[in-house]
């Protein structure tokens, strides 16, 4: 199959904040996934989403796009890309369009959660910034920007204690990343992150812990933008240790597992999905966000970490999740049987 790889490529932004490019991706994990499809069978091309999808689906043949593309800075930024292509009927991998509109809203996807029964911090929403703090809600509170990731905006200062401290950070929020601020309660527990991946069948990957307690010295204790940015740097004292599978027992590995795939079905997820977690000391996990578009780094992404847990490769990863993205689209009658290179669809799929 001839497949295309659409991105937006990581680089310096003049007059923008520090974490302005912090959701894109490196040249070494585009290169990656491109050496991936490439070990699958297929050709591939490479194009980057701040160029003219239109003009250039008008002028080169593609069967179906691999899609890692966080979009352009809009509201709706991570809808742009699969919206071009249902609007142009290319076959692409991940989620649709209504799905990648939701998830990147953090208070949406709070709203329709609960609506399933799935347990979320409670929270409220600020859009002006002089809105009455809840009386409900118990500190320490946590502030985020609405509508990023890659913990954008969520700084260890982002975490308060008082009123004072709160509406400085929600203002912070909304002045300079030009959107609604999140206030939700800080969860105290394991930080965890479940994926689910697809290719015939849905399964969900062995649970990562990521501790924190090695990162003392830094003042980070959670999965703030700088441990995100900077993980692994000895100098700044980010080094947060990874334990997969979770050290946690059975029956709590099995709950989240299911709110895992609760929440992948949910919010309508295709291929792939990474949720967040926080553990409390009596077991109780509360769910954070739902990644649709997780990292797919191979040294560094959580993803890839959890699927090679799983005993799965890089390169079976990359063409699991293209796999999964073939079968819906050959349920569909949008492509042929004959088009997949047969080798490897058999290969990746014993994996199951």
Not at 89 to 105: E, H, K, Q, W
Not at 185 to 191: L, P, R, S, T
Not at 325 to 334: M, P, Q, V
Request: net charge negative; with cysteine.
């Amino acid at each position: 199959m001839d497949i295309t790889l659409v991105f937006n490529l990581k680089k310096k932004e003049e007059n923008k904040p520090k974490d302005y490019c912090s959701e894109y991706d490196s040249e070494k994990t585009v290169l990656s996934i491109a050496e991936a499809i490439k070990k699958g069978g297929h050709q591939v091309s490479l194009i980057d989403a701040r160029e003219d999808l239109f003009a250039y689906f008008k002028n080169h043949k593609t069967d179906m796009v691999f899609n890692i593309a966080e979009g352009n800075g809009t509201k709706l930024r991570e809808s742009e890309v699969p919206a071009i292509l249902d609007m142009l009927d290319i076959p692409y991998t991940g989620s649709g369009v209504m799905t990648m509109a939701i998830a990147l809203n953090k208070t949406l996807t709070k709203k329709i959660m609960r609506s399933e029964g799935i347990i979320t911090p409670n929270f409220q929403l600020f859009v002006k910034g002089t809105e009455r703090l809840d009386q409900g809600l118990k500190f320490p509170l946590i502030v985020k920007p609405n509508r990023e990731g890659s913990a954008k905006g969520i700084l260890s200062s982002s975490v308060v204690n008082d009123e004072k401290r709160l509406y400085e950070e929600i203002n912070k929020v909304i002045k300079f990343y030009r959107q609604e601020a999140l206030v939700e309660e800080f969860i105290e527990g394991k930080e965890l992150t479940v994926g689910v991946l697809a290719n015939g069948i849905v399964r969900v990957l062995p649970i990562l812990e990521i501790d924190f307690s090695s990162c003392k010295d830094s003042s980070e204790y959670f999965y703030s933008w700088r441990m995100k940015e900077y993980q692994g740097n000895q100098d700044l004292g980010l080094i947060p240790t990874f334990h997969c599978p979770a050290r946690i027992d059975k029956q709590t590995e099995e709950k989240i597992e299911r709110i895992a795939l609760q929440c992948h079905e949910v919010i309508g997820c295709h291929d792939m999905s990474r949720t967040d977690i926080r553990l409390t000391k009596d077991n109780i996990p509360y769910v954070l966000e739902i990644n649709p578009l997780p990292g797919l780094d191979p040294d560094e992404s959580n993803f890839p970490i959890m699927a090679k847990a799983a005993g799965i490769t890089y390169n079976e990863m990359i063409n699991s999740i293209l796999e999964s993205a073939f079968r819906r689209y050959l349920k569909g009658g949008r492509l042929s049987e004959s088009s997949w290179p047969l080798g490897t669809r058999d290969a990746v799929s014993t994996r199951n």
